[in-house]
């Protein structure tokens, strides 16, 4: 039975304990008359307990009655318990909801970092293919060339996703923020601001740093797996954007971008 529900059975009952007689009248609504022959208040004797008892008999819970939790909350309302729930409890469970800590702000910005969102966007263009496969061109590629100044149609194009991938991600490369068109571009700009890491032992990258192999290629560091392997995005790759898995000592550095 609903609160509201509950607050008109016991106004109903406070005005029976007010006029006993308004029990056996011929009124509309609140707790039928006693017949004859089975009520003790038509014999004239027993309890009016019994009868207030059955006003509130059809409430569905346990411990005390509905009238009783009512009444004990209009006397009381600091009292922050109902029917067994607390207010906090009762609170929580509002359209469904719990456990909101899980959704708190810090829960959030832990994820929002520059590394995550670096991978989440180099994940979303997996699979985008060269059209036609050897040309360096597509749809795809040529947005990629936007996040690059001077970037060339038709040139090799893994420094040019890096750098789209970066700037969508905000955090674009190069000095002015004008992307790379080759590696060795990456690189420099990389040393110029202390974010160069040439690899060596003991050398583990981060979840979206970019991993360089010499002056020919660029990608993205995904993870690194447990036994050292590297999970890659990489644009031009078998003339795709592709996910890899490359070993420990296959690069030579990489850029930290977070």
Aim: some cysteine.
């Amino acid at each position: 039975m609903s609160l509201e529900a509950t607050l008109e059975r016991v106004s109903a009952i406070r005005q029976a304990l007010a006029d006993p007689a308004s029990l056996i009248g011929a009124s509309t609504g609140g707790t039928p008359a006693p017949s004859e022959s089975g009520s003790a208040l038509a014999r004239g004797g027993s309890s009016f307990a019994a009868e207030l008892e059955r006003a509130s008999g059809d409430y569905e819970g346990s411990g005390p009655s509905a009238a009783t939790a009512a009444g004990a909350a209009l006397e009381d309302p600091e009292d922050a318990s109902y029917a067994g729930l607390s207010g906090a409890s009762a609170l929580s469970g509002l359209d469904g909801v719990s456990g909101v800590a899980a959704l708190s702000p810090t829960g959030l910005a832990t994820q929002d970092t520059p590394g995550a969102r670096i991978v989440a966007i180099a994940e979303s263009q997996i699979g985008q293919t060269e059209q036609p496969p050897g040309s360096n061109e597509s749809p795809a590629i040529a947005q990629y060339r936007t996040a690059t100044a001077g970037a060339i149609p038709g040139a090799p194009w893994c420094a040019y996703f890096a750098s789209w991938v970066a700037r969508q991600a905000g955090e674009p490369i190069g000095e002015g923020g004008q992307g790379a068109g080759a590696v060795s571009e990456v690189w420099s700009w990389a040393q110029s601001t202390g974010r160069a890491i040439p690899n060596g032992p003991g050398v583990v990258p981060k979840p979206g740093d970019l991993i360089v192999f010499g002056d020919e290629h660029v990608g993205i560091v995904r993870d690194v797996l447990p036994d050292g392997d590297i999970q890659t995005i990489e644009g031009n790759y078998e003339n795709k954007v592709a996910a890899n898995v490359r070993t420990p000592t296959e690069a030579t550095g990489y850029v930290e971008m977070s």
